[in-house]
């Protein structure tokens, strides 16, 4: 059974710009989460989708946004980029979401110079 | 709003001993949750906690929470090399409405030494 597979892994951007990060949940898992996870805040959740629907939201800026797909993918965009946003993204996919196990991608690195 | 805090954040242990991670968390909660993450790497989930006086062990980890105290802990026992990682205790809000919002505690780095 496939895991949760994130792409790109790394990135590399320049304050300013826009970037997309995607996520492909494990087949039949319907929930995605995204968390940002960096030294000085630790892992901060930003969003969750479940059937194509942002049923939870975290304190981030309305630069950081994402979708669900019919097939259960997701993105997250992040616009203007910051020098503060460099961290490791990670997603997390559930069957359900509410309180089922989470299984976590390996993860976008992205660095803003 | 839920707050999770473990302690110790670094623990360095010698190979062969025992010791234990505590979990504390705020406000009531559904589920605990324990990730273990190697440098650079996502998260592995270890253990996932259900109810009051649950408790699970895979080889050398041990993970117990109450409920009433609002605490988890991960007992290591005799400690080896390649459990050396960053641990995290993770929880949900009870009531169902987390919506896959997980709130984790700070971390704790494990350094096991010969």
């Known amino acids: 059974k496939a895991g949760v597979t994130q792409t790109p892994r790394y990135l590399i951007k320049t304050r300013g710009q826009q970037v997309t990060l995607s996520c492909s949940p494990i087949?039949?898992?319907?929930?995605v989460s995204w968390y940002q996870q960096t030294p000085g805040q630790g892992l901060q959740f930003l969003f969750e989708?479940?059937?194509?629907?942002?049923?939870n939201k975290g304190n981030f800026p309305g630069r950081f946004s994402g979708r669900q797909f019919s097939n259960s993918r997701s993105e997250m965009n992040v616009s203007t980029l910051e020098l503060g946003d460099s961290a490791l993204y990670l997603c997390a996919s559930s069957w359900a979401g509410m309180d089922t196990e989470a299984f976590f991608g390996q993860g976008t690195r992205l660095t803003v110079v | 709003e839920l707050k999770v805090e473990q302690n110790p954040l670094f623990l360095s242990m010698q190979e062969g001993k025992n010791y234990t991670i505590y979990c504390n968390y705020s406000?009531?909660?559904?589920?605990l949750y324990w990730y273990r993450q190697d440098p650079g790497k996502s998260l592995e989930s270890l253990f996932v906690l259900l109810s009051n006086g649950a408790v699970k062990q895979e080889g050398r980890l041990m993970a117990s929470l109450d409920t009433k105290a609002r605490l988890s802990t991960l007992h290591i026992t005799a400690a080896v090399h390649d459990l050396s990682a960053t641990y995290f205790c993770?929880?949900?809000?009870?009531?169902?409405?987390?919506?896959?919002?997980?709130?984790f505690g700070q971390g704790t780095i494990l350094t096991v030494h010969p």
């Open positions: 087949s039949g898992h319907r929930s």
């Open positions: 993770a929880a949900t809000v009870a009531g169902g409405t987390s919506y896959g919002k997980l709130t």
């Open positions: 406000t009531t909660s559904d589920r």
């Open positions: 989708y479940f059937s194509e629907t942002q049923r």
